[in-house]
């Protein structure tokens, strides 16, 4: 019993690696209780001073560059995204992607918060804007493409730089990474934290998913 471990890692690093260039309609499974979070890193207070809240919901409808992952992100001052984690999580709760083609992502909104249609620039276009009832936080709704790992590397590097991303593994991520499965669908929840400020450390993701 003692190589099942080694053996679960070298699974899901593959699972991790490839997720990228699945099918969407392949990653459907039954529901089930959400996994606890990992066991956070353990970053010094002072270097915690930003952090990014994503959801990866695989997409049924194809966008621009065969786009196929909706992103929810949700970045800024440590504080600020600590006091609306819940409602993130309420709204990852209730997300719904299906291949219809007016409403292809839908969720429930908690009390207060407002959706707009697009917002924000850059490359990735975004496709709506959940904004808190005081308006100081905003989740950007977007679809893009890229590996799991990838995206990733991409949200280490702004909070870290580049050093730092490129130590991440389809196994390490594990620590910033858990799973799960809302209406038959697998979601990759991500919750990293680190000194630089993710919405203007890279000036070349200045797009949706780099959301206040």
Partial sequence: MKCARPLRCVTLAIVLTMAGCSESETIRVLDESKSPPPAAPNVPPDQARYRILVAMVPADTRGEDNAHWWFLRMSGKAELIGKYAADFDKIIDTVHASASPTDPITWDLPSGWK?????????????????????????????????VVGNAKRWCRQLWGEQKAEELTPVSVEQYMRRQVV?????????????????????????PHGGH
């Avoid at 959706?115 to 679809?143: L, N, Q």
């Fill in 115 to 147: 959706r707009t249609e697009g917002g924000g620039s850059g490359f990735a276009k975004r496709y709506a804007t959940i904004t808190s009832p005081a308006g100081d936080a905003e989740i950007a709704v977007s679809m893009a493409s890229g590996s």
């Fill in 183 to 207: 209406k038959g669908r697998l979601i990759f929840r991500f919750d990293m934290a680190g000194p630089k400020d993710p919405n203007t450390a890279a000036p070349m993701m200045a797009n």
